[in-house]
């Protein structure tokens, strides 16, 4: 059984940072590429960043663009979400998932974490 396991969630202040990971283990999903997602109050789960294994390519959502950093370790098949300058706005829950494909859509993601919270406060 596979699982993707995120953590570093939490509460912090408009303008603090947070780092968030995710470990798979298990059966491995889809390696191509790792993502991040997120899933505020009320409103559809949206894409946040993802990054190719090969040559750790990265892709941001404008909304996060030149707050948040994607990482990813090949050997520990683990990826990294570094927030800073964090707003209110960014207040979700955080999943990590893995793709076939270099995609923000949803639908070529395979495997999903769990999730965990985010809060920023104002």
């Known amino acids: 059984q596979v699982q993707l396991v995120e953590s570093g969630g939490g509460s912090v202040q408009a303008g603090g940072s947070l780092r968030l990971s995710c470990a798979a283990s298990?059966?491995?999903?889809?390696?191509?590429?790792m993502g991040w997602f997120r899933q505020a109050p009320g409103k559809e789960r949206e894409f946040v960043a993802h990054i190719r294994r090969s040559d750790r390519y990265t892709y941001y959502a404008d909304s996060v663009k030149g707050r948040f950093t994607i990482s990813r370790d090949n050997a520990k098949n683990a990826v990294y979400l570094q927030m800073n300058s964090l707003k209110p706005e960014d207040t979700a829950v955080y999943y990590c998932a893995t793709s076939w494909r270099f995609s923000s859509t949803q639908g070529d993601y395979d495997c999903w974490g769990q999730g965990t919270q985010v809060t920023v406060s104002s």
């Open positions: 298990g059966r491995t999903c889809s390696s191509y590429a």
